[in-house]
């Protein structure tokens, strides 16, 4: 059986940089061999540049983003804490569970499918809820293609909160900024932005909370997910805890080589202009952006189909026809909306004059409605 070769235009997995395709392919290595664990340290210190942070704790968890997410609660939160989550779409609402499945007493600050969540009302929240242990947002939420300010959240700085931060579709793809933002916590995944098949879960953690860590009552609920155990692994010891997923740990090196020699920048503009052309045609072919103006993200659309499309059999037939993935809507945008990712190395013009020339195939044949 061949596996067909797909233009990933939806929200993740995106197409693979090729550099990171034939790192896959490199020999095993051991994971305590001294040449994989200096190309796992290079590689903590290649996320430290992308992330824009000097935290010591940084490196890449084992598992997709969301072990990303489920290794910043279990760790930073324990049986009966109260901690604050941002919810506007999909991942928030996640969080949420996650959080409550850690034990946690969890304080929701919501906003509408498509609208950003309000800094301030997350600081308000703090300041009705001083005790809170945790404030956590979406940078850039999938699910809706809407991005959520961060800056102004490092005020909670000033307070015991701490600030973590979903940037799983934002790193690498708009600016994120660590330090400069005070964030206390933040997981990403390889699939979206990087540009590197699903397997791995960016994290980086400030002093603030690794002494949280440090200072926990109860050890973690999970054992696979401790950061302390784990820190003895990816820090002097060197001790094992789990096998390192070696070839992709190898791909993403790859990958954020390839980011690195672009320039974060660089990579930065690159999406916000394939981006910027794509929602802007998207309008004239009679699509209507979900997004807040001036919080969409250029990496990921959401976008309703002119009236009287079959979202799904159109979506089908750009796969089937033209091996072109793009996804559907989730939530309030289920069955009217498809989702365009423009990330990592798919964010390229062409992949834009690709599918909107398929776009326009379809409705110069009459299967997609104009306007
Ligand atoms: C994709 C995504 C996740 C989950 O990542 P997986 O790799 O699917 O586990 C979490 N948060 C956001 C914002 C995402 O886009």
Redesign the pocket.
């Known amino acids: 059986m061949t596996i067909p070769d797909r233009l990933l235009l939806g929200?993740?997995p995106s197409n693979a940089y090729p550099e990171v395709l034939a790192a896959l392919g490199r020999p095993l290595v051991g994971h305590l061999d001294p040449e994989f664990l200096r190309i796992l340290d290079e590689t903590s210190d290649r996320l430290r540049t992308v992330f824009r942070t000097e935290n010591a704790l940084t490196l890449p968890i084992s598992g997709?983003?969301?072990?990303g997410?489920e290794a910043c609660f279990v760790n930073l939160v324990e049986p009966g804490d109260t901690v604050i989550i941002g919810v506007n779409g999909v991942?928030g609402e996640?969080m949420c569970e996650v959080a409550r499945r850690c034990g946690a007493e969890v304080i929701r600050v919501e906003a509408a499918w498509g609208e950003p969540i309000d800094p301030q009302a997350l600081l308000d929240a703090q300041a009705a809820a001083p005790h809170a242990r945790l404030v956590a947002v979406?940078h850039?939420?999938?699910s809706t293609g809407v991005r959520s300010d961060v800056a102004p959240l490092r005020a909670l700085g000033d307070t015991d909160t701490l600030l973590l931060v979903?940037t799983?579709?934002g790193l690498a793809g708009i600016p994120v900024e660590i330090d400069a933002w005070g964030v206390d916590a933040c997981y990403s995944?390889t699939?979206?932005c990087l540009g590197v098949p699903?397997g791995l879960a960016p994290v980086t953690f400030s002093d603030r909370a690794v002494e949280r860590i440090r200072s926990r009552v109860t050890p973690p609920q999970s054992w696979y997910l401790d950061l302390g155990l784990i820190g003895d692994y990816v820090g002097a010891a060197r001790k094992y805890h789990h096998t390192a997923p070696i070839s992709m740990v190898v791909a993403l090196h790859a990958g954020l080589g390839v980011l690195l020699d672009e320039g974060l920048e660089a990579s930065w503009a690159r999406h916000a202009a394939v981006g910027g052309r794509l929602q802007a045609e998207l309008e004239t072919l009679g699509f209507t952006l979900l997004a807040r103006d001036g919080h969409r993200l250029p990496q990921l659309t959401t976008a309703r189909l002119p009236e009287g499309a079959d979202e799904a059999a159109l979506r089908r037939t750009m796969l089937e026809r033209w091996g072109i993935e793009v996804g559907g809507g989730l939530g309030a945008f289920a069955g009217t909306a498809w989702r365009f990712g423009l990330m990592g190395h798919g964010a390229r013009e062409r992949s834009v004059t690709t599918v909107l020339g398929a776009i326009r195939e379809l409705q110069a044949s009459g299967e997609m409605p104009t306007a």
Request: proline share 10%; no cysteine; hydrophobic share 30%.
């Open positions: 929200p993740g997709t983003g969301s072990a997410m991942f996640r979406v850039a939420e999938t979903d799983v579709t995944g699939q979206k699903p």
